[in-house]
């Protein structure tokens, strides 16, 4: 069967392409349109008019539900590439000055949003008063999605691969701590070696976080035994170590708040200087605003340093007790 229709006069609107798109993601005509909040007769008809100014059939029924055909599945494609070129071209406009205006969209990986991203944002708004901060939180994979589709600007996250069409700066080495509850045996010491983990129960973070594979490299390379129990963030992972439940490998930029006095845990530096992740901000390489993005990545990077200069962990006591936290910020 032809995938041809008749063809109407006129150009398709960005919105329709919005529509498309959203179809072809998610398959349903009923989750599209809550994606675009929008009714699903709103929604089918713009499709229908899309079908009418392009001259293709995107849909199809089947049985009681509709699919994308593979002609609509090329136009989505098509369609993510002009949202991608139009988002550019008002990013273009918001940063020809010497300023950035208008919405800045900014997403951070979990083990890194509570922590970092306030100081962060601080030192956007000091040098980029005019902006409108939108703020997300995302797991690194759906991160590096929505910047290449142009869904976000900026980028928070950890380890970055090499990607055509990202850019990023390291902003931060943020060393690995372990914690654990005073109680345990290697409380009493300064600093600990990779080795002490031998034996030792390591809670881990559910399926989907970077930091979960970072800690899985180091639990492999001296036979620790890493446990999985469902911890969905760094929190409820450090309330299971404060329960005696394991240990834990803990970013020194979080141990200020899940390893403050009054936790129940204490943390100790490794003396191994590899036990660490590196955190970066990332963009788009074809952002007109690139050049601004490193400005501010470079910004941040000195701004935390400043902040981290004095604040290495310090040693501990021979006798940790119970509100013994010793952090690094």
């Given at each position: 069967m032809s995938t041809r229709t008749n063809v109407a006069v006129g150009r398709p609107t960005i919105r329709q392409l919005e529509y498309l798109v959203a179809l072809d993601a998610h398959g349903h005509i009923g989750r599209a349109a809550a994606a675009c909040f929008v009714s699903q007769p709103t929604?089918?008809?713009?499709?229908?008019?899309?079908?009418?100014?392009?001259?293709?059939?995107i849909t199809e029924r089947v049985g009681r539900g509709i699919v994308v055909t593979p002609a609509g599945r090329e136009l989505a494609e098509r369609a993510r590439a002009v949202l991608r070129d139009t988002d550019e071209m008002l990013e273009w406009g918001r940063s020809s000055t010497d300023g950035?205006?208008?919405?800045?969209?900014?997403?951070?990986?979990?083990?890194?949003?509570?922590?970092?991203?306030?100081?962060?944002?601080?030192?956007?708004?000091?040098?980029?008063?005019?902006?409108?901060?939108?703020?997300?939180?995302?797991r690194a994979s759906a991160l590096v999605e929505a910047l290449v589709a142009a869904q976000l600007d900026l980028g928070l996250m950890?380890?970055?691969?090499?990607?055509?069409?990202?850019?990023?700066?390291?902003?931060?080495?943020?060393?690995?701590?372990?914690?654990?509850?005073?109680?345990?045996?290697?409380?009493?010491?300064?600093?600990?070696?990779?080795?002490?983990l031998a034996g030792e129960t390591v809670?881990?973070?559910?399926?989907?976080?970077?930091?979960?594979?970072?800690?899985?490299?180091?639990?492999?390379?001296?036979?620790?035994?890493?446990?999985?129990?469902?911890?969905?963030?760094?929190?409820?992972?450090?309330?299971?170590?404060?329960?005696?439940?394991?240990?834990?490998?803990?970013?020194?930029?979080?141990?200020?708040?899940?390893?403050?006095?009054?936790?129940?845990?204490?943390?100790?530096?490794?003396?191994?200087?590899?036990?660490?992740r590196q955190l970066a901000l990332v963009w788009r390489r074809r952002s007109p605003a690139a050049p601004l993005y490193r400005e501010l990545a470079e910004l941040i990077a000195a701004r935390l340093a400043d902040a981290n200069s004095g604040s290495a962990p310090s040693p501990a006591s021979s006798k940790p007790d119970v509100g013994d936290a010793t952090a690094a910020g």
């Open positions: 929604l089918s008809t713009q499709i229908r008019q899309l079908e009418r100014h392009l001259g293709v059939t950035l205006g208008g919405p800045l969209r900014i997403a951070a990986i979990p083990t890194a949003a509570p922590y970092l991203l306030a100081r962060m944002l601080a030192v956007i708004n000091e040098r980029h008063p005019e902006v409108l901060l939108c703020l997300d939180e995302l950890a380890e970055p691969e090499a990607h055509d069409d990202l850019a990023h700066t390291i902003i931060l080495e943020d060393p690995l701590l372990l914690a654990m509850a005073p109680q345990h045996r290697l409380a009493r010491q300064p600093s600990v070696a990779i080795d002490d809670l881990l973070l559910e399926d989907g976080h970077c930091l979960r594979c970072q800690v899985l490299k180091v639990c492999r390379s001296v036979g620790a035994r890493e446990v999985s129990k469902g911890g969905t963030s760094l929190a409820t992972i450090c309330q299971m170590v404060a329960a005696g439940m394991g240990v834990t490998l803990l970013p020194t930029s979080a141990a200020p708040i899940e390893a403050r006095r009054g936790t129940g845990i204490v943390v100790r530096p490794f003396s191994d200087v590899t036990a660490k």
